[in-house]
């Protein structure tokens, strides 16, 4: 081999060297920005005519006629019994005499926007489901059931008095954070389910389509608006309760409410939606 | 009839008799408690991978208990059928959940 061929050799060494470095340098960055920007102007591309903020009002954002039963339905809103339910709960002490606000900043009053955020100390994310029920717990009381109920009146009550704040989740520069959402943002878009559908597939894809007689809603803005009064439900429901049966509805087991998982998919689906308005207590179809 | 509607007849018939046969052969070779018990843990075994990989799917559990209600009730040819439709719903999710760790990519928002 003479100097030349040598050299070129080497050349092409490094260079396939450096292409294989690449892709895999790539893949491997999470960046929630960026991932949170992309998501944002995915959902304002397709939906042109909606104002960013009127996404948090799902399936009424993307459909004039029932933007408009949704506004005559505001009047009385289905959600009401549960708010004063959740209002009432919330001020109540526990017999230990402490009571939810002194289990949160600020009292507990327009928190709602802060929620979940990471712990660095326990390394995991924790949502106002969890917080709540942990406040239970240190105060001596019973958990209630993440699903429905007395957890979907406490949070509809806090999610009340953050109306109209900004979702404001942070990710701390914690590799641990990082990786939380890179985890939500899997299961976001994995396909589970005899049915083969991610969340994705009805969020992302076909948000405004109809799935049988409902309008589907956009991921952008979804959670801003739970905890919500269903039609479907007969009644309320969190957001628990919201990932529970849209995994049962694709014909996947769910997961225990609260696992690892579905916090982290709750932190990737309000990350990507900062900057969009707290409207919950909601009322859907 | 023409020769070829009589051949055509034949064939059917011929299709429709292999058929009856096949769905016949069941009863012939009836399934005893250990077919159900062998063809019930294998099923179980596939659904567990599933569960590792936290990708179960619901008919798997409906086939699962179909198939133990159909042995209780001594129906060891249904049992074995619904053991073997469980089995073979746990591996598709299982596959799902494998492919699914590179796939899910291809649907993300860039």
């Known amino acids: ?285 | 009839m023409s020769m070829i509607h009589s051949k055509a007849s034949i064939s059917m018939l011929a299709l429709m008799a292999a058929l009856l046969g096949a769905g016949a052969s069941p009863a012939l070779g009836a399934a005893s408690e250990d077919d159900f018990k062998a063809a019930y843990a294998a099923a179980v075994d596939a659904n567990k991978q599933a569960a590792q990989l936290r990708d179960q799917w619901t008919v798997t559990a409906t086939a699962l208990a179909g198939a133990k209600k159909a042995a209780d009730a001594g129906d060891f040819d249904k049992a074995v059928a619904e053991s073997k439709e469980a089995e073979a719903l746990a591996k598709a999710s299982v596959f799902q959940a494998t492919s699914e760790k590179d796939a899910w990519k291809a649907m993300e928002i860039h």
Request: charged share 25%; glycine share 8%.
């Open chain 1, 1 to 285: 081999m003479n100097v030349r061929s040598a050299i070129h050799l080497v050349s092409l060494g490094l260079a396939l060297a450096f292409a294989a470095a690449q892709p895999a340098a790539a893949a491997d960055t999470i960046d929630p920005a960026v991932d949170a920007k992309a998501f944002q102007k995915y959902f304002t591309d397709k939906f042109p005519k909606v104002k960013l903020e009127d996404f948090v009002n799902g399936p009424y954002s993307m459909n004039e006629d029932m933007h408009r039963q949704w506004e005559e339905k505001e009047e009385f809103p289905p959600y009401e019994f549960s708010l004063d339910m959740g209002k009432e709960m919330f001020a109540k002490p526990f017999k230990n005499g402490k009571s939810y606000a002194d289990c949160f900043a600020n009292g507990g009053i327009g928190v709602r926007q802060n929620y979940p955020y990471f712990d660095e100390k326990e390394g995991k994310v924790i949502t106002l489901e969890l917080a709540l029920n942990r406040c239970r717990e240190a105060n001596g009381e019973p958990p209630f059931s993440y699903v429905k109920d007395e957890m979907a009146a406490l949070t509809a009550y806090m999610a009340f008095t953050s109306r109209g704040k900004p979702f404001d989740i942070k990710i701390p520069n914690d590799p641990r954070a990082l990786e939380a959402f890179e985890t939500g943002k899997q299961y976001f878009y994995t396909r589970r389910g005899q049915l083969n559908f991610s969340c994705a597939s009805c969020h992302v894809q076909n948000p405004g389509e109809r799935i049988r007689a409902e309008i589907l809603a956009p991921a952008l803005g979804i959670l801003n608006a739970m905890p919500i009064y269903r039609s479907e439900w007969g009644g309320m429901g969190t957001i628990s309760r919201r990932f529970t049966t849209c995994n049962v509805q694709t014909r996947s087991v769910p997961l225990d409410p609260q696992s690892d998982e579905y916090r982290d998919l709750e932190y990737y689906l309000s990350y990507v939606s900062n900057g969009l308005p707290i409207s919950g207590p909601g009322a859907r179809p």
